[in-house]
């Protein structure tokens, strides 16, 4: 908050004032010319139901292997660890542009194999390395969605497009943990695990099979001609 209260105003020139629906509407007619963005936003608005259950049988993981509130802590810091590893890969090893798209869908299947491999009966420490390895690979997948998006969407429209991916991601969130959580009382957690990465690796197998899916580049459409960016925030 501090540093933003010190970033100086930009004024934004407008050829005439919009409304929010109007806004909103626009940004989704653009996503809807992007089969890499629209698939994107369909299939983890699918994807995070699983991952959503998944997040609530990590307590009973740690629970059912006699350990408690520090191994708990220890699962969570590692994975956070992970994406921090990740992420600074992904920006000093950045993914050329032609295979970012198969790259993308790739790491997305091996970590939902990774989250598999959570409630397997194996030692913690075991669990631990696959923790780690999900956090690398979701924080490398993170910088290749956010620097596409930075390169393929106007600078005039990326506000409201990554809104819509934020909301698409979210939307079933509300009800994914109430299914997780019925589901581990009637089964179990690894009946659980297996049901969502199932579900999260046959939603995301699009991306690798269909090509437009995958090529993660900005489609130019008559109604979204590319311009050159200087003269995008007008």
């Known amino acids: 908050g501090v540093i933003l209260w010190t970033i100086a105003e930009v004024p934004i020139e407008r050829e005439e004032g919009g409304n929010l629906q109007e806004e909103v509407l626009e940004a989704w007619e653009f996503v809807k ?138 939307i079933f969130i509300p009800m994914a943990p109430l299914l997780g959580g019925w589901m581990i009382e009637e089964t179990n957690v690894l009946t659980t695990f297996s049901i969502a990465v199932s579900i999260m690796v046959l939603t995301t197998l699009a991306g690798l099979v269909v090509p437009s899916f995958r090529r993660f580049e900005r489609v130019e459409t008559p109604l979204f001609p590319i311009m050159d960016d200087r003269n995008q925030s007008h």
């Open 33 to 170: 010319t992007q089969p890499w963005l629209f698939a994107g936003i369909v299939m983890f608005m699918i994807w995070h139901i699983g991952d959503s259950a998944i997040e609530i049988g990590i307590p009973f993981i740690i629970e059912d292997k006699g350990l408690g509130a520090r191994e708990f802590g220890i699962f969570g810091a590692v994975g956070a660890g992970g994406a921090m590893l990740g992420s600074l890969l992904g920006g000093v090893r950045p993914i050329p542009k032609e295979s970012r798209g198969l790259v993308f869908y790739v790491l997305i299947g091996g970590i939902a194999w990774c989250m598999l491999m959570w409630a397997m009966p194996i030692p913690f420490l075991v669990i631990l390395i696959f923790v780690l390895l999900e956090g690398i690979l979701g924080g490398t997948l993170g910088v290749i969605w956010r620097t596409t998006m930075s390169d393929s969407v106007d600078q005039y429209l990326r506000g409201r497009v990554n809104s819509l991916d934020a909301i698409g991601s979210l």
